[in-house]
């Protein structure tokens, strides 16, 4: 795999948890203003799906191999 396919990969998963993480924290901000059970109950799912998607492993030919 070329390294411009790795990139792009890298890249899409850094921008949907970093957006999973704008979303989640407006949750918090609606939790704290208008409906506090709510929010948080949604916040909470979305913040933990946020750093999944940022943990994720990419594909075999794009992680780097520390063994050699």
Same mark, same amino acid.
């Given at each position: 795999?070329?390294?411009?396919?790795?990139?792009?990969?890298?890249?899409?998963?850094?921008?949907?948890?970093?957006?999973?993480?704008?979303?989640?924290?407006?949750?918090?901000? *609606?939790?704290?203003?208008?409906?506090?059970?709510?929010?948080?109950?949604?916040?909470?799912?979305?913040?933990?799906?946020?750093?999944?998607?940022?943990?994720?492993?990419?594909?075999?030919?794009?992680?780097?191999? *520390? /063994? /050699?």
């Amino acid at each position: 795999m070329t390294t411009t396919n790795c990139i792009r990969e890298k890249g899409s998963k850094f921008i949907l948890g970093f957006l999973l993480l704008i979303a989640a924290a407006g949750l918090v901000v *609606f939790g704290f203003t208008l409906l506090p059970i709510i929010g948080f109950a949604l916040a909470v799912p979305v913040a933990v799906l946020a750093v999944i998607v940022i943990r994720a492993r990419l594909n075999k030919q794009c992680e780097i191999d *520390f /063994s /050699s």
